[in-house]
Every structure is written in structure tokens, then in C-alpha cells.
């Protein structure tokens, strides 16, 4: 058997790898890359492997792992796309969002709408419960589980052909509020563990995301950082700006500060409040106590509302001091520039970005910009993890028993520095590999 990487090892973005076994394919993933009007998978040799292609399993709704999936159907693709029921529901709005984004660079698309309405959707967990193998086609047994992402996220073990392979989505065991289903070899199985664990036998190939390389530290290191900047800001009377995704970091976030600042106000873009919702719909995907958490933040007396067209100066000066949450998460959005233009003439007060800053954002200009003039309202990068750094990876490569693995999600240097520092700590089939790259099985 054969991995090719069509796109996501060494880059971020594009998540698409080709399983092949003689004339048959598996393909996990089908995304794209947010830059330039947009990066889609190698497609060069399609035509050779998409008449075997015998099912295709999408692990969460960000755009970097389906957007391009019609691609499939438009060269002739029949068969199903196996995924979550809650992922599905969660699809239009990054579709929606793709067009607007590619319309806006003027760039092609290599799909059209109705490409789009072709692609049959299948659910995972209408023939296999979460944590169990099961057969899903002839000769292709399957396990998945809750990877703690996004609701409806998952990973995936395949067993096919001879071989087992395993596919951790994007995973995180550090989210406040989605629950993860940790993937388990059989030998590492602890007693009295809940059964929805996925126990899984020995692997021929792990596909594992690694998207902050050999970042060392935790999520409550993360948070203590945020604090700190946090508390500096508002300790001086200045107010402190969160430019959030409009789902999952922002309502973590949220509830975060609601919780630690009790006494301060904390203003939420509506859209965001309306993210908590979608959360309360897939109560299945969280954690026990998350739903309890959210209707308390949601009645807590210091949380105010706040609408996209507000006008900063009125707030300020209603307010005088707050935390302040707005989409989006690398400032492209006009009531983010809105609160920064605001912001910035004082040096008490304080922008801290969490996430992933795409090149020639404006969230990554501004950080930028302060860390060279160091004038006008602070600036900093404290991330908030939803993805595996050098911890979360060295953990799940001892549960899965140090199976051969494809680190993914990072560009090539940083994947290759945790590779490297894996190597030296005794782990022996670790793999640093770029687009187009094949791996034998
Ligand atoms: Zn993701
Ligand atoms: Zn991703």
C-alpha cells in the first residue's frame, strides 16, 4: 500500500491524503489553502486514481480539510463522502464563505454549484457508534472517534486491505468545551476507562496533526499568558480587544473571561452569542459540564451584547474599561478594525491575537508593526490551542504505541524541528513530508 500526499504535510492548509492498494483508492480529507485566491490539492494525475476511488472520509467543516471535495465530483466521482451528521449541518456556511473569498481575489474556482450539490454525504455514526470498529463496505472496516475540534470533528482508524491506518483529523484534548475521544492502542487500554474509547490494534501508518511543530506548552500555560496581558491592561485602566473566529475559540474565549473577570464588562459581537447556540445543538460533541457553563456565562450580568456597526466610542464611553470580543481572528473584519482604530491611540490598552494569522492579514501586519515601533496600544500573539504542539503529540504517539506517523498541519521547518526533537526522544518512524511525497506502507 501507498500514501501520497496531495496536500497539507509540510503547509498549512489543503488536508487531502491518497490511500492505494493495486488499482483502489481511500481519500482522506479534501481541502484547500486560504492564500492567493485560494490553494487546492495536486490534482495533476486525478484521472489515474479517481475511477478506483472507493470512499472518501471528510474529518471536520474547516475549509482547509472540504472545501475542495466537488473537485471530486466534477472529474467523475460517484461514491460517498463519509463524515458526521453535525459537520454536514455545518458545511454551507464555510462553502458560503470560500465563494466570497475567491469572488473577492477574482480568483477561479475549478468547481461550480452544482458540482457542489452532487457530493453524497454519508454519516459515520448512523452505522458505526463513536469508539467501535465496524464494517463499512466490504473489506474496509472502520473506528472513529471525537477529536475535540470543532462539533462533529472526528478522527478515523481504516482497516483495509491488510493495513491499519489511523487519521487524528485536527485534534486537541484541551478544549473547555468540546469533549475528545482519546484513540488508544489495545496494549495501552487503563482499566475502568469509559468504553467509547477507541481501542485500536497495532498501525501501519499514523496521519497526525502537528500544526505547532515542537511548541512545548499546554493550554493552561497559554491561558496563563493571556491572563498576564490581561491583567496588565486592564490593571491600568485600559481595555482589552479578543479578534476571534466566529465558532469554537471565540465562545472558549468567551466563557473564559466571563468566568476570570467577573467585575469587568465583557461586550460580545452578536454573532458570536449566537455561536454559543450552535454549541447547545450538538450537546453530544461537549464536554458534561460545557452546557451548564454557557447558560451561566449567557446570564451573567456583566456579558453585554453588542451589534457589528456599534460605534466604538459610544461603548468606551459607556463602559469606560471592558473586554472586548469581535470576529474575526485576523482582523479582516470592519468592527475589528472599528475597535483597534479606537483602541490604539493608548498605550493602556491592549490587542491580543489567538489563532492563526494567514500572510498579509491585517491582524498579522498589526503585530508586526507593534513589535518593530512598540508604540501606540500593545499588541501580542498568545495562542489558543485547538490543535497538537510537541506535549499533545509525543502523548498520542505513546497511546497509539509508536506506530509509523506522518507529522501534518505545519510548514516543513517547524514539522521537521519536532521531528527531529521526536527522533531524539526514542521515537523511531517519524515522517517530515511535503506535497506530492509517497510513503510505502
Ligand atoms: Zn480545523
Ligand atoms: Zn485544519
Redesign the pocket.
Known sequence: MELTVLGGAGEH?R?SYLLTHEQQHLLLDY?VKKEGGGVYPLMDHMEEWIGGLQAVFLSHA?E??CIALPVLYRHGYKGDVWTTRATVNQLPVYFEAWKRYTDKCAAPRPYDDQDEQRIRYRYLEDVIPAGRWGTLLPGLDVCWGRSGHLPGSIWIALSWKGKRIFFSG?YTSESQLLDADRPLHQARRLSGTPSVQGILPDLDLAIM?A?YGADPELQLNKLAQLKAHMDAALSQGGSVLLPVPLYGRGQELMLWASEQYPDIPVLVESVLLKGIELFADYSGWLHQDALARMERALHYPNLHRIGSDESPARLYKHYGQAIVLVTDGMMQSSIARQHYDWLAEEERNTVILTGHLAAGSFGRRMLEQYRMNQSGCAVHYVRYKV?QGLPDVRQMLSDLNDPPTVLV?APKPRTDSLALRLQQEGFRHIHSLTPSAKLNI
Open positions: 492548509g488536508s481541502g474547516h482547509d480539510h485536527d496533526d500544526a490543535h498541519h
